[in-house]
Each structure stands twice: as C-alpha cells, then as structure tokens.
Nanobody
Framework: QLQLVESGGGLVQPGGSLRLSCAAS????????IGWFRQAPGKEREGVSC????????YYADSVKGRFTISRDNAKNTVYLQMNSLKPEDTAVYYC????????????????WGQGTQVTVSS
C-alpha cells in the first residue's frame, strides 16, 4: 500500500488561508491520481478536489470552487491544496488519497489514504 502523509492543517480564522501538503513515502507520485477529501464530525467523508497524474486536469467540489486550488510538484513528490477564503463549514479532517485513476471525487475510487490533518476554521 502506498504511504501518504498530510501536513499543514491548523486553526485559522474565517477568511484566512492554509496550504495542505500530501507527501508520498516510498513511491513516486508521478503515476498516480491524487484526491483530497474531508470528513467533518458526524458526517460522511466527501471529495474536495482531485488532480490527474500529470496535473493537466483538476476537479473541485462545488462547495470549494474558486477558493481551493490543487497542484502537484512531482519533483518534490508532493501534492498541495491551497485553501483560501476559509469558512467555518470547511472545518474537518482533510485526507489525501492516491490511486491509478481516473480522477473522481469518490471515496471508493481511491485505495491508499493518509492519516489526515485537522483544519479548524473559527474565530
């Protein structure tokens, strides 16, 4: 199983920004589709964004379009999620996941998951 490690979460005020990182360990991210998902307390895990293996295609949930940007740096073996204009409803544990594709904001489409990083948006 592929190993993924998320980082960059924390506490931020509404309207603030965070950048999450998803680093691969023991394998090369180049060949994999990477998705970001989140799970708020008492809710199901939901897809946030996805990026194709070469970075040419990106997808976003409607709730984050225009505020979040996914990108990848294959040289650093890392995928990023830049989150701007954060809202309290963005509070959740954020997970990255990898699979061979295609890109889809569907939990079942991904076989390898990181442990998650907490994002809390609160004043």
């Amino acid at each position: 199983q592929l190993q993924l490690v998320e980082s960059g979460g924390g506490l931020v005020q509404p309207g603030g920004s965070l950048r999450l990182s998803c680093a691969a360990s023991g394998f090369t991210l180049n060949y994999y589709v990477i998705g970001w998902f989140r799970q708020a307390p008492g809710k199901e895990r939901e897809g946030v964004s996805c990026i194709s293996s070469r970075g040419g295609s990106t997808y976003y949930a409607d709730s984050v379009k225009g505020r979040f940007t996914i990108s990848r740096d294959n040289a650093k073996n890392t995928v990023y999620l830049q989150m701007n204009s954060l809202k309290p409803e963005d509070t959740a544990v954020y997970y990255c996941a990898a699979d061979e594709g295609p890109c889809a904001l569907v939990v079942g489409a991904f076989g390898s998951w990181g442990q998650g990083t907490q994002v809390t948006v609160s004043s």
